[in-house]
């Protein structure tokens, strides 16, 4: 009888935890419980919901959500990155321009506020998140998704933060970025044509799947 102590297999290592993110006009600082007061007003919008779907949540409901989602997936190879969306109004909206955000190698510190840049708070305006998972063949793929508040939609901002976004994702490495976009909502297809992906022939739940090949 083979009496040799079985060692377990030691379990795959979790995704890293996802770092503050900085482009040119935004911080993207990972998302927490006591952000859910603020953002119940940005998503307040019926209308923000025709293509996210549901309804303007309460705050109460926004920090159950909240909590789930920081305390990350219960599966360990799945990891869940959220982040809020905040916009530094210490400088003028087109400083610098847009869409300078792509990568994720310039941080920002705490929770991004305006303390030490001089004026009031700066305000959240969206969030955006990637769900990164195994794939086919041993690669993982990120879900990426996005919402701006409609005050502040039309400016760039959501291309701006989708670009932050996809790039940490590509940085993991993943094999593939993808979205879910309904067919007729041209503003959030554009932002992921900006990101560099294309529409796909694959629907789901009425969304069209767009996909970006990276070069993991």
């Not at 109460?60 to 982040?83: F, I, K, T």
């Not at 705490?110 to 969030?127: E, F, V």
């Not at 502040?152 to 970025?177: I, Y």
């Not at 879910?180 to 694959?202: E, K, Y």
């Amino acid at each position: 009888m083979d009496r040799t102590p079985h060692t377990p297999a030691s379990p795959a290592p979790r995704p890293p935890a996802p770092p503050p993110l900085r482009t040119a006009r935004l911080d993207l600082v990972p998302l927490a419980v006591h952000h859910a007061d603020e953002m119940r007003a940005v998503l307040a919008d019926p209308a923000l919901h025709a293509f996210i779907g549901g309804t303007p949540p309460t705050a109460d409901e926004l920090r159950a959500r909240y909590a789930r989602q920081s305390a990350g997936s219960p599966d360990p190879d799945v990891l869940w990155a959220n982040w809020v969306i905040r916009l530094r109004t210490g400088r003028e909206d087109g400083e610098r321009g847009a869409g300078h955000g792509h990568g994720g190698d310039d941080y920002s510190d705490g929770d991004g506020s305006a303390a030490g840049r001089g004026g009031g708070a700066d305000p959240l305006i969206g969030t955006v998140q990637a769900t990164v998972s195994p794939a086919e063949g041993g690669a993982s793929e990120a879900e990426l998704a996005w919402v701006v508040g409609t005050p502040w939609q039309g400016r760039g901002f959501a291309t701006e933060a989708a670009r932050a976004l996809a790039g940490w994702a590509t940085s993991l490495p993943v094999s593939t970025l993808v979205a879910h976009i309904a067919p007729d909502h041209h503003a959030s297809a554009a932002v992921a044509a900006a990101c560099g992906l294309a529409p796909t022939g694959l629907v789901h739940d009425g969304e069209i799947r767009w996909e970006h090949r990276t070069t993991a």
